[in-house]
């Protein structure tokens, strides 16, 4: 060979071996920045191209996919009543992803989880039309929808669990949206739905899941957690009389903190009465004569900071978040450093922040007997023929407070709705609650929220459940947990035990 051709040969192997290094660079090192390019749509295609598996709720589908004429989205979801469980499913978007229960089980209901793929290979050998999996939800259909409609636009959420097992039974949130709009093939009305609920155009931010994701002043109904400190360390009964002054000063100060109930019913009062009349100088009286620190180690072993999950066989705390399996928003106990915030502190207030269904969790603790069990959305993962391929159940997290002083609680929330909301009564059922109406704003100048937290009990089977509504028709003076927030409770503890 002359020399000419050597190096025309030589060029050409080098041009070769170029180009092999750059196809393997970007099909090996480069291959998950290009896939996941926001620009590259053909995965998005192919995600397309089959069915989505289905949400059920009491094995029925509240989801679905439907054919259409778009050779890039072969298939658009479809929500069964989707404003009801748009805060639980979330919503699928050609354009805008997804978020809450569509995002975390993606892989299962896109068919990509590996433990379908049997079922693939066994669809393609067959020419059956490829399809996802699907997710069975804890939800009770009719306590989800009894939540909703109690809702009934306001702006506000609402919780149940079953404190045995920590099944979620409904989580609702409102105002809502209709992600049904966020899934049809137009983009252009996909954008004009999407901007249409955006903060800035939309302030009731309809796409908060205000359940699990906003913290409020919980108010009068963290209550439960200092009653809970006070049983817990020895010196208090039930029918102990108190002897705190009411109203009751601050520390170093001329203010004090009033009770709404006036001095003759609080002064003196029983721990027992003091709850069932929300005695603000008697909670906030334990709570700096306990110390900051018990609080704040009682209402974390309900949960509060992180919903530690506790090793309780070594006593470690591995402070993971909670998950159900979205993510949760850590409810807070601050640490305060002088006995006025302790006191404001142990009635809600201060810088105390709750999500509802950290306070659910709060009552279907008491109710469970101090066993402090794990919240759960999800309770199976099914394949594309309806097999189980992963069973989720009850996990134990914690033990908040003994027996004894769950029992004592329970009877002490059953005062507060004989003697006080008696309008949370359901005949045939025991039923014990708390009231809270909680501060708003800087200086007190905004509508204060109104909480109602509460368990049910009959023939052996229980609900507990948590409300809070952030707006009322009512005036100012007239908002309370009794009259703006029991009777959606009441609804749903009436549905969820089939009264």
């Not at 259909?141 to 909703?148: D, L, M, R, S």
Request: aromatic letters at 8%.
């Amino acid at each position: 060979m002359n020399k000419p051709l050597r190096k025309v040969s030589v060029f050409c192997m080098l041009l070769v071996a170029a180009l092999m290094l750059r196809t393997n660079w970007i099909q090996v090192v480069k291959a998950d920045e290009y896939s996941g390019h926001d620009k590259n749509r053909r995965a998005v295609y192919e995600e397309y191209s089959h069915p989505r598996g289905d949400f059920f709720v009491e094995n029925k589908p509240i989801t679905g996919s439907v054919e259409t004429d778009s050779k890039y989205y072969e298939y658009q979801r479809t929500y069964l009543n989707g404003p009801m469980y748009a805060p639980i499913t979330g919503f699928k978007s050609q354009f805008f992803g997804s978020n809450f229960l569509e995002g975390v089980e993606n892989e299962i209901l896109n068919g990509e989880d590996d433990r379908l793929f049997v079922r693939r290979v066994i669809d393609v050998i067959t020419g059956k039309d490829r399809r996802g999996g699907n997710v069975d939800l804890t939800i009770n259909a009719k306590a989800q929808e009894a939540a909703f409609n109690g809702l009934n636009g306001k702006t506000g959420a609402a919780v149940a669990i079953d404190p045995t097992t920590g099944k979620i039974l409904a989580m609702a949130s409102t105002p809502s949206y209709d992600p049904n709009k966020l899934a049809v093939n137009d983009s252009k009305a996909q954008q004009a739905e999407w901007d249409s609920l955006q903060p800035d155009k939309n302030p009731s931010r309809p796409m908060d899941n205000r359940a699990i994701r906003n913290t409020y002043a919980p108010g009068s109904t963290f209550k439960l957690v200092t009653a809970a400190a006070a049983l817990s360390s020895g010196q208090y009964q039930p029918d102990t009389a108190t002897n705190f002054e009411s109203p009751l000063r601050y520390p170093n100060s001329v203010s004090s903190l009033p009770d709404q109930a006036g001095p003759a019913a609080c002064q003196g009062s029983t721990l027992k009465v003091a709850l069932e009349k929300s005695c603000n100088s008697v909670f906030a009286g334990i709570g700096m004569q306990l110390g900051d620190e018990a609080i704040k180690n009682q209402a974390q072993a309900f949960g509060f900071n992180d919903f530690g999950k506790y090793d309780f066989t070594k006593g470690v705390d591995t402070k993971n978040n909670l998950t159900i399996p979205t993510r949760v928003t850590a409810s807070i106990y601050p640490s305060n450093d002088e006995d006025g915030a302790t006191m404001r502190a142990s009635i809600g207030q201060q810088s105390v922040a709750a999500t509802p269904l950290q306070m659910a969790s709060v009552v279907a603790t008491i109710a469970n007997n101090g066993k402090v069990m794990e919240p759960y959305l999800v309770s199976s993962l099914r394949s594309q023929s309806l097999d189980t391929i992963e069973q989720r159940g009850q996990n134990q997290l914690n033990e908040a407070v003994k027996p004894e002083v769950a029992s004592q609680l329970q009877d002490m929330m059953v005062g507060v709705v004989e003697n006080g909301c008696t309008a949370a009564k359901i005949s045939g059922v025991k039923v014990g609650g708390k009231t809270g109406t909680a501060q708003r704003g800087p200086n007190n100048d905004q509508r204060p929220y109104a909480w109602f937290v509460s368990f049910a009990e009959v023939d052996g089977k229980k609900v507990a459940v948590a409300v809070v509504v952030e707006d009322s028709d009512a005036t100012r003076d007239e908002i309370s947990g009794c009259k703006s927030a029991a009777p959606i409770a009441v609804s749903m503890m009436k549905a969820a035990l089939g009264k």
